[in-house]
T-cell receptor
C-alpha cells in the first residue's frame, strides 16, 4: 500500500458511456497526477494538479476531463472514449519536488 | 529536455544469479533518477532514487543502482535474484526531483527462472 487509492480497479465501458475514475491520498501531498500506461509505450503524463490548480495538460483529448476538488482527491471524467483509450490509468501524488507515490491503477477497457 | 533509454525490454535470469537492468539517461541539467517496480496488476512502487548525494544508491528488496555521469547511466543491480523479483522495472528521470517533470523509460520485464 502506497497511500494512494484508486477506484475502480477495473472498468469496461462502451464508447457512448460516461464514467469517472477516482483517486484519493491522505499522505498530505499537495500535487496529484494522472498517467496513462499503454502496452509497449512509456508512461504518459496526462494532467498535473498543484494545490488543486491544474498546472499541466499534456495535449490530452477533451474526452478526458480532470477534476481536483481538494488536495486529497482527484477524478478523471471519461466520455465518448475510443478503443485506443484502453489502458491502465495511474494516479500519483507527491510533495513538491519529491518522488511520486502511485496508486494501483484502473484497468480501462473501451468496447 | 530529459529522456531515458532502457536497454532490453525483457531480461531473464536464473534464481540466485545477478540481476542487471540497464538505464541510460539524457538531461541538460543535473538529473534526479529513479527506479520503479511494477508487479502484475499493480501500480508503480519506488525502489530507489538518486538526488545528487552518494553515487551508489541502495534501495528496497536488496536492489542498488550506481550513478555514472561519464556514462550517463543509472543501471539497477541485485546480487542474487529471487522469484519474487519477477516484475517490470521502470527507470525515470526528472530535472526537479519531483514528479512534475518525470520522464519514464519503456520498462524492462524481468523473468526469474527457477
Amino acid at each position: 500500500e502506497t497511500g494512494v487509492t484508486q477506484t475502480p480497479r477495473h472498468l469496461v465501458m462502451g464508447m457512448t458511456n460516461k464514467k469517472s475514475l477516482k483517486c484519493e491520498q491522505h499522505l498530505g501531498h499537495n500535487a496529484m497526477y494522472w498517467y496513462k500506461q499503454s502496452a509497449k509505450k512509456p508512461l504518459e503524463l496526462m494532467f498535473v494538479y498543484n494545490f488543486k490548480e491544474q498546472t499541466e495538460n499534456n495535449s490530452v483529448p477533451s474526452r478526458f476531463s480532470p477534476e481536483c476538488p481538494n488536495s486529497s482527491h482527484l477524478f478523471l471524467h471519461l466520455h465518448t472514449l475510443q478503443p485506443e483509450d484502453s489502458a491502465l490509468y495511474l494516479c500519483a501524488s507527491s510533495l513538491e519536488n519529491t518522488e511520486a507515490f502511485f496508486g494501483q491503477g484502473t484497468r480501462l477497457t473501451v468496447v | 529536455a530529459q529522456s531515458v533509454t532502457q536497454l532490453g525490454s525483457h531480461v531473464s535470469v536464473s534464481e540466485g544469479a545477478l540481476v542487471l537492468l540497464r538505464c541510460n539517461y539524457s538531461s541538460s541539467v543535473p538529473p534526479y533518477l529513479f527506479w520503479y517496480v511494477q508487479y502484475p496488476n499493480q501500480g508503480l512502487q519506488l525502489l530507489l532514487k538518486y538526488t545528487s548525494a552518494a553515487t551508489l544508491v541502495k534501495g528496497i528488496n536488496g536492489f542498488e543502482a550506481e550513478f555514472k555521469k561519464s556514462e550517463t547511466s543509472f543501471h539497477l543491480t541485485k546480487p542474487s535474484a529471487h522469484m519474487s523479483d519477477a516484475a517490470e522495472y521502470f527507470c525515470a528521470v526528472s530535472d526537479q526531483g519531483g514528479a512534475n517533470n518525470l520522464f519514464f523509460g519503456t520498462g524492462t520485464r524481468l523473468t526469474v527462472i527457477p
